[in-house]
């Protein structure tokens, strides 16, 4: 049986794929009308340079990542990686949060009950996971994990079933036997063309006075076709109108100094949740 929790690896050790950053402010810096506010855990954290009259309702509204999404296009493997006569059997699949992987973790462990060790982890928007299954700390899961972290992936989750034969690894042996199972598995799914890959997008509510109506709508077009910006929503009341927007990740920056030059200043981020 699977373990019910694993350790949790730290984030800081790479970067990875379009995580939300909704952390609070952590630095502030800069002169005169522009200040740069950085928000979310450290290694993720996107530098926004706003006038200061944003910067309140801005800090609290949900950014990510620009980046291209790559998961396993559906589940893979078997695939085996052997040393010194021990058998490392390896899957892949796609989940969209760490109960997901765990829950494939299980499945892959039922198909192998008779394997020593069924160690797994996983990358997911909501966390990741690194677990070794009985194995030394730190000698398995771990290096599944940094082959999922080199492969770019998010939500997505590798299981290596471990037949032992053969002499001892040693814990050096077992880093580079899970690490290259894991690679293994990736270069597989590469190879057959399982991995698939989508634009992440975010989406912002700008409010504007009336006046100002054409000039949002006319944003649309402002960052070019591969922003992939559309508006998705549209309120009105006698004083403002607040138009919602679709676009590509990691364009905000941009597209909110777009809007404040294009009303004047008088645009406004109505943060996620604000009625």
Known sequence: TMPADGRSIARAETPRPSFALTGPKISAGGSGGTRYYCLGPRKYMQTLSLRPRLLAVFSAACLTRAHTLRTF???????????????????????????????????VAKQHEKA???????????????????????????????????????????????????????AGGLIRAYGAA??????????????????????????APLAHVGNLYALRGSLGPDALCESVGEEFDAHEVRVTFSLQSGRMNHFVQLAQDATSGAARIIPSGQE
């Open 73 to 107: 296009a559906s589940e893979v493997g078997p695939y085996t990686h052997e040393v010194k006569k021990s058998k490392f059997i390896g899957y892949g699949n796609r989940c969209e949060n760490v109960e997901e992987a765990a829950e494939f973790a299980a499945v």
């Open 116 to 170: 020593g060790h069924v160690v797994w982890a996983c990358l997911c928007a909501d966390g990741e996971r690194a677990i070794d299954d009985g194995e030394p700390s730190g000698t398995a899961g771990k290096p599944i994990l940094s082959a999922l972290q080199s492969g770019d992936l998010l939500n997505a989750v590798i299981v290596i079933a471990r037949f032992k034969n053969g002499p001892k690894l040693g």
């Open 182 to 207: 894991g690679r293994l598995v990736l270069t597989e799914a590469e190879a057959c063309g399982h991995i698939a890959e989508t634009v992440s997008t975010e989406t912002v509510t700008i409010a």
